[in-house]
Structure formats: structure tokens, C-alpha cells
């Protein structure tokens, strides 16, 4: 005859009650287990988020109130001092209003005592944006998805901040000025009202990329003038001025200063020819 195993054996006669109920028992331990390191977690979060709302306007602290803790892994980082406008629009893992941290060779000293950030009303700050301390930002703006915002930078009211742009420190960007996907700032840029910056323009401050202690003295980034274009791919030198209404045609490299109201294009960028005056932005107010 066929040997039988043990648990053939067992589960042709059955089990006994006294089996089913240890098994239910050890079950339902199990899962009281899990839903209590489960709540715990859920608690702690929600324990963590009440010393950040208290802070806030209550238009933001409604927004984070309304959403499910549970689809938020991790949720926004709002640091101590950070102050958000009423009706502004936080996304998912957005850090806002931390501290400088410069490598120990960094050439850009930091100011130990930076006031915090401040954000305007109504703008909207995307996700996974990361903001520094110092900075100040008008109402009405948006910062794009995955945007860098380095410290003691002005960024204006209306102005649009494109995904994964990148601003270091000090610059200034002037009111209703459009900064597409890409676009990298460099410190010291200045950028005045109603310009338009087309995806990953790159802005340079040092000729001496590092070198001789000249540096120091002649670094500085570009000034763009009101009503400015800068076409797609273009490259501007350190203290590089482009007048007011001037047109930099896409992947020009800009070696000199552009007079204003001036299209120019090449490597290097030359003149070309005069903007006509119906592309004034005053002419599209």
C-alpha cells in the first residue's frame, strides 16, 4: 500500500476546532498588529503637520487638511520662518524656505543670518521645487516642477519659473517675466519686467572659470533689459547687457553688449537687424 504523509493525513481527517481557533487567534494578532504600527505612523505624521500649519495662512492650512495623509509619501517640507501668502498653492515634496549649505570650496560666501522666505499671495509653487531662505517672491508667480531657487534672490509678481529652471543666488527677476523649461540662471543675473527667457538659455559670470584671484573683481552675470527676448539654446558671457526690446535669436552665443531694440544671432551674435515696433511689449499690454 501507498505510503501516506503526515499532512495527507491530517487533511483527510480534518481539522479540529481547537486547530481553526488557534489559527484565527494567531491571524488576528497578526493584523491588530499591523493596523497599530500603521495608525501609529499616521498619527505621528499628522502630529508632525500641526506645528507647520499653525504658521500658516488658513487658506494653505485648509489645502493640507484636505489632502489624504496616506497618499503622501513624503509630504511638502515647509521650514521654520518660511511665510506663504494666502491662497497659494503648495505641491508634493516642495521644500520651502531652507538654509544655505556651500561646499568648503566654494567660492560664494553666505550671509549667516538670512531672513526667511517669503512667498506672495496666490502663486503656486510645484512639486518637488526647492526653495532657499532669503529669497522673496511677488504675488501671483509660478514656480515650475522641480525648479531651484538658490537664496537672496527677488523673483517679481506675474512672473512664470518653467520646470526644472535653475536660479542662484542674487539674482533679480522683474515682473511678468516668462523663464521657460531649463533655463539656468547663474548669480548676479538681472532680469527686468516683461522678458521673455526660452527653454535652457545658460547664463555664465566668470571668464576665468575659477582661476587667479582676478576673478573676484570682474565676475559678474548678464543684465536683461525690459521687454528683452532671448531665443532657445543661447549662451550669454559674464556682465553681458541686452538692451531693452532686444531679440537674441536661438543658439546665438552673446559675447557683447546688444543695443536695444536690436535682433541679433550667430556665434558670435551680430547684428541683423532692427525689431520692429509692433513687437514692443508695451504694444501687448
Not at 500658516?56 to 496616506?70: G, K, T
Not at 497659494?88 to 538670512?114: E, F, I, K, M, Q
Not at 557683447?256 to 513687437?279: I, L, N, Q, W
Request: charged fraction near 20%; proline fraction near 5%; glycine fraction near 10%.
Amino acid at each position: 500500500m501507498a505510503r501516506v504523509c503526515r499532512h495527507h493525513r491530517l487533511f483527510r481527517r480534518g481539522f479540529t476546532l481547537l486547530e481553526i481557533l488557534s489559527a484565527t487567534m494567531i491571524s488576528a494578532i497578526l493584523l491588530g498588529a499591523l493596523y497599530a504600527v500603521y495608525n501609529g505612523a499616521l498619527k505621528l505624521r499628522q502630529k508632525n503637520y500641526g506645528s507647520m500649519e499653525a504658521g500658516l495662512p488658513r487658506a494653505y492650512a485648509a489645502e493640507i487638511m484636505d489632502r489624504d495623509f496616506r497618499n503622501m509619501l513624503p509630504p511638502v517640507g515647509i521650514l521654520a520662518g518660511a511665510i506663504i501668502g494666502d491662497g497659494t498653492w503648495v505641491g508634493d515634496h516642495a521644500v520651502l524656505g531652507r538654509a544655505p549649505r556651500p561646499a568648503p570650496t566654494s567660492a560664494v560666501g553666505t550671509p549667516p543670518n538670512l531672513p526667511p522666505l517669503q512667498i506672495g499671495a496666490d502663486c503656486i509653487i510645484g512639486t518637488g521645487a526647492v526653495i532657499y531662505n532669503g529669497t522673496t517672491i511677488g504675488e501671483k508667480t509660478m514656480i515650475g516642477d522641480h525648479a531651484f531657487v538658490r537664496d537672496r534672490c527677488q523673483i517679481g509678481s506675474f512672473v512664470i519659473v518653467g520646470s526644472h529652471v535653475t536660479i542662484e543666488n542674487e539674482v533679480t527677476i522683474g515682473d511678468y517675466t516668462k523663464l521657460q523649461t531649463g533655463v539656468y540662471l547663474c548669480a548676479w543675473v538681472t532680469i527686468e519686467d516683461h522678458c521673455f527667457i526660452a527653454p535652457c538659455v545658460v547664463t555664465t559670470n566668470d571668464n576665468y572659470m575659477g582661476r587667479t584671484d582676478r576673478r573676484f573683481q570682474e565676475r559678474g552675470g548678464c543684465t536683461i533689459r525690459r521687454g528683452a527676448r532671448i531665443g532657445a539654446n543661447v549662451t550669454l558671457l559674464p556682465n553681458i547687457e541686452v538692451g531693452a526690446e532686444a531679440f537674441v535669436a536661438a543658439g546665438s552665443i552673446v559675447t557683447r553688449h546688444v543695443p536695444p531694440a536690436t535682433v541679433v544671432m550667430g556665434s558670435p551674435a551680430k547684428y541683423v537687424r532692427d525689431v520692429s515696433a509692433d513687437e514692443f511689449a508695451e504694444e501687448q499690454l
